[in-house]
């Protein structure tokens, strides 16, 4: 597996190659990270998995400073399932001078996660453009898990014509369902027999759809009370269409749940989708 840091040296390297795959994280891989190089590496002869703890999409009072950094780790793992590159620029490689040419998503990139992190997409979709102009992808694997990630970057994707295919991978989870994600560290060991009730709390709204009940407004509310009783600070549990994340309107049948919410100090994420009858 080959390490390289540089633009200049990635752009070298790339030259002439005609199928790549890019995998973009932050690091801190785990067997969520990996389902996804796997398939990447299913998707073209040579994948490009990107390191970088992107700053601007941390906001005021995140965790920027804390979040896991575990580099050598992380190339232990990816080189074990055959991953071809890890790019993994610094700072003055990605911002080499002050950010002010921003990419603005749109509307719904204020909602849901927007909400509670306000700018977070607006630098999600600058980071992830300028790994793209960057690594030159011919296809890019994002997780279902970051379900709002995944639509706003495929609508980008499509809107600016980028010849880009955007993969999206199933939520890889823990043996009780509690989705990966590098911030479960942070979930005491009491937390963690908790943590896995957000997903519960999603099945019981799917389960409801599944059997015809569209009370929406209903079963939103009566997730987040049950959270709420055992602790939970709620920013929200919905159910939105796939496609533009709005709210159902009669006959709608291609919906996802989406739920936030905080256990102690951790902010954990979750999704499901559902087919409506």
Not at 2 to 26: A, F, H, Q, W, Y
Not at 33 to 44: F, G, Q
Not at 142 to 170: C, H, N, S, T
Request: proline share 6%.
């Amino acid at each position: 597996m080959e390490l390289i840091e540089t633009i200049d040296e990635l752009r070298k390297r790339l030259s002439g190659e005609r199928n790549v795959s890019c995998v973009p994280t932050m690091g801190n891989i785990h067997d969520g990270h990996l389902s996804l190089v796997k398939i990447a590496l299913e998707n073209a002869p040579l994948t490009v998995t990107t390191i970088f703890v992107n700053r601007l999409q941390f906001g005021q009072g995140e965790d920027f400073e804390r979040y896991p950094r575990t580099f050598e780790e992380d190339c232990a793992k990816l080189e074990a399932i055959g991953n071809s590159i890890v790019f993994h620029p610094d700072e003055t490689q990605m911002y080499p001078e002050a950010q002010e040419f921003y990419i603005d998503p749109p509307k719904v990139a204020r909602k849901l996660e927007g909400r509670f992190r306000p700018g977070h997409f607006r630098a999600v979709c600058t980071v992830v453009s300028k790994l793209f102009n960057m690594v030159q992808p011919q296809s890019a694997v994002f997780g279902k898990k970051d379900y709002q990630q995944l639509a706003i970057i495929r609508d980008m994707v499509d809107q600016f014509a980028l010849p880009i295919r955007i993969v999206p991978a199933e939520t890889v989870r823990a043996d009780d369902g509690l989705a990966l994600s590098s911030r479960n560290r942070y979930l005491s060991p009491e937390e963690r027999q908790e943590a896995p009730r957000l997903r519960e709390a999603i099945v019981q709204i799917r389960d409801a759809i599944v059997e015809g009940d569209r009370k929406f407004v209903a079963m939103e509310y009566a997730a987040g009370a049950l959270l709420s009783r055992h602790g939970w600070n709620v920013d929200y549990v919905v159910v939105r269409t796939r496609r533009g994340l709005r709210r159902p309107a009669p006959g709608d049948s291609d919906l996802v749940i989406l739920g936030a919410a905080t256990l102690g100090v951790t902010r954990l994420i979750d999704n499901l989708e559902v087919d409506a009858p």
